[in-house]
């Protein structure tokens, strides 16, 4: 995609919404934290269902690590992998502790660094708890950069690295917010909603997917 584009295409996006945020529910730093990582191979809404009960009575480290495994894995039992989650939650939980004064860390090489932390969920974290320009590449973003061309890569990194560079300074700070939006809800997995997308004359997707038909109703009878 052209720079003019790309500038364009984030323009349109910005002026539809010019405050995004994430779906993910939390009350601070920590429990966004715990939220993300709850949210591999989930939904949104369901982490979010799942994690309201639990936010409301543990908001630290400290408080989860007092729960326990059982008692996290009774609030997330409805995630997938809670299992394995739970685990994650509470050596995190463990490690802020013990290595960051129970904080969680503006840095995404120590954020990397505690159990069950990837790259994208650092990049999460310091963009929507820190104000960073980093750019958290999911399935919806993968899509969308390389749908439309505005971001193509063969691998996760080479999408972020695509977006790092095509993104234009007035709209970094916002721009995965907005992907992961337009893809959720728009450009979306099987079926994108081409006849309602703001961008759809800046995508390189093609053929465009046209509007459903809306059945004719019949003429009732004499």
């Not at 949104?44 to 326990?68: I, Q």
């Not at 590449?137 to 969308?144: E, G, K």
């Not at 095509?166 to 700070?173: E, K, N, S, V």
């Not at 721009?175 to 997308?197: F, M």
């Amino acid at each position: 995609m052209r720079k003019a584009d790309a500038f364009e295409f984030y323009r349109r996006l910005a002026e539809a919404n010019p405050h995004p945020e994430t779906e993910l529910e939390s009350v601070n730093d920590y429990t966004l934290l715990v939220a993300v990582v709850l949210s591999a191979q989930a939904t949104d809404a369901g982490v979010n269902r799942a994690t309201r009960a639990l936010f409301a009575a543990v908001d630290t480290p400290e408080k989860m690590v007092a729960l326990g495994l059982d008692g996290l894995k009774q609030h997330i039992r409805t995630i997938g992998l809670f299992n394995t989650k739970a685990k994650n939650v509470i050596a995190l939980s463990e490690a802020l502790i013990a290595h960051h004064g129970g904080a969680v860390p503006a840095d995404r090489d120590a954020l990397e660094a505690l159990p069950g932390v990837g790259r994208k969920t650092a990049n999460v974290v310091m963009n929507t708890a820190f104000g960073a320009e980093t750019f958290a590449v999911d399935t919806h973003i993968f899509r969308v950069g390389n749908r439309t061309g505005l971001a193509k890569g063969k691998t996760v990194l080479a999408v972020e690295k695509a977006l790092d560079k095509a993104t234009p300074t007035p709209f970094r700070l916002h721009a995965h917010h907005w992907l992961i939006l337009h893809g959720r809800y728009v450009c979306k997995a099987r079926r994108p909603e081409c006849w309602r997308c703001i961008v759809v004359d800046l995508c390189a997707f093609r053929p465009k997917t046209p509007a459903p038909k809306v059945p004719v109703p019949k003429e009732p009878r004499a």
